[in-house]
């Protein structure tokens, strides 16, 4: 906690970092703040002002800004509470990336070009085209090596014209930069210009788990890390879902995979099988209309199971230059697949109109108009609209 003042407190509108309107609300600065804005890689500090909850807080200059739906009055004495757990998240992961930039380079000449702080693990951006299972264990091993140590973190400020600036590692300066340079040092490892928040010794990060690399831009490596309480995070998450894997497969963790596998090659079987069985139902609907003494011109079905193949069969066995058919397969409640086939004049007519009537899109050629359709329970008013065009047809023969 921390006791300040209100300097000033301004209407404002706050976008939602999730995308949607905007948030209504006030833009606050302090005379001092141990909120961090959002910088440097890192997201910013949460907390409250008094009761108020401050959602996001940014840097305008040397200035924090804090942004609160609730407005405050200016030379207001307040105390300030910061979400510590938030906190020592970023702390452990931004040190994290700190030590692992440093090691990277020192054992293999990989220079960071830039980093991301996520909300559930955080990348690191090499400048090297790829990098080995092993170059990772070694880093790996080596990073843990030095929390082991228990290597102090320290922090210093240089004046901007100090010679030992151009000593550590940055990557330049922001444009409105004003006052001391910050520089952030692992013991024996490490020297960083950050603004960033750190831990003070390499102990409080508990343990780095590198989590595989992705292909990043153009000759780059994205490395995926977790540090501290997120390693421990993970592990429970993983624990969790190999008890339940364990419960629904019946055998132990080491025969989870084999058995996945299994299940696989079953389903694989069942849905040839199934197929199959629907390709035959197909066939043997299509004959059934064919055998009646007296055919209808319209032939409408409509089947829970299927797929645009099951449709087509029927079409095909049937024939469509004098039947108008209307196939529609899917759940009535959800989204589905639609046929109409006949003559080509008719299909063409009226193919768009279905489609709107279904709350699909589709498209057709040669006598079939197909597509998808999102509203299946209008499947009665498609009908109504096709033995409407054929009692129309009969009444101009």
């Known amino acids: 906690q921390f006791a300040t003042r209100v300097v000033s407190c301004q209407a404002a509108e706050l976008r939602p970092e999730g995308g949607g309107e905007p948030v209504r609300g006030f ?24 009761d108020v909850p401050v959602l996001r807080v940014t840097r305008r200059g040397p200035e924090a800004v804090h942004f609160v739906q609730t407005a ?22 931004h040190s994290g990336q700190h030590l692992i930039t440093a090691i990277a380079e020192l054992m ?16 690191i951006e090499l400048d090297t085209p790829s990098m080995t ?18 290597v102090p973190v320290t922090v210093r400020e240089l004046a901007a014209d100090d010679p030992e600036v151009e000593t550590v590692r940055s990557r330049g300066l922001p444009d409105d930069h004003t006052g001391p340079v910050r520089v952030v040092n692992i013991e024996g490892i490490d020297s960083n210009m950050c603004c960033g928040t750190h831990v003070s010794n390499l102990s409080d990060l508990q343990v780095i788990k590198l989590l595989g690399t992705e292909k990043g831009k153009k000759n780059k490596t994205n490395l995926v890390f977790l540090a501290g309480n997120r390693v421990l995070k993970s592990i429970e998450q993983s624990h969790s879902t190999e008890k339940a894997l364990t419960l629904l497969l019946k055998n132990g963790p080491g025969e989870h995979v084999e058995a996945v596998k299994r299940l696989q090659s079953s389903v694989k079987l069942l849905q040839k099988n199934n197929l199959n069985l629907l390709r035959d139902i197909a066939v043997l609907i299509a004959q059934d209309f064919k055998s009646k003494p007296v055919r209808s011109q319209l032939f409408v079905l409509h089947r ?6 099951f ?23 959800e989204a589905g697949l639609f046929l109409l086939a ?9 193919g768009p109109r279905v489609a709107e009537l279904l709350g699909g899109k ?35 023969t």
């Open 362 to 396: 589709g498209a057709g050629k040669r006598g079939r108009f197909q597509g998808k359709a999102t509203k299946m329970r209008q499947r009665g008013e498609v009908q109504a609209l096709l033995q409407e065009f054929i009692s129309h047809q009969r009444a101009e």
């Open 108 to 123: 293999f000449g990989f220079k960071t070009t830039s980093w991301e702080l996520g909300r559930q693990r955080s990348v």
């Open 133 to 150: 299972t092993e170059q990772m264990e070694a880093l790996e091993r080596s990073v843990n090596e030095k929390i082991r140590e228990r």
């Open 304 to 309: 829970k199971e299927g797929d645009s193949e």
């Open 72 to 93: 405050l009055e200016p030379g207001a004495a307040v105390l300030l509470s910061l979400d510590w757990e938030r906190r020592f998240d970023h702390m452990q992961q």
């Open 311 to 333: 449709m087509n069969i029927i079409a095909n066995e049937i024939g469509t230059e004098e039947t108008l058919l209307f196939l529609t397969v899917g759940d009535e409640k």
């Open 342 to 350: 006949g003559p080509v004049e008719a299909v063409e007519n009226l």
């Open 27 to 50: 833009q606050v600065v302090l005379e001092d703040t141990i909120l961090f804005p959002e910088g440097g890689g890192q997201p910013d500090d949460r907390g409250l002002i008094g």
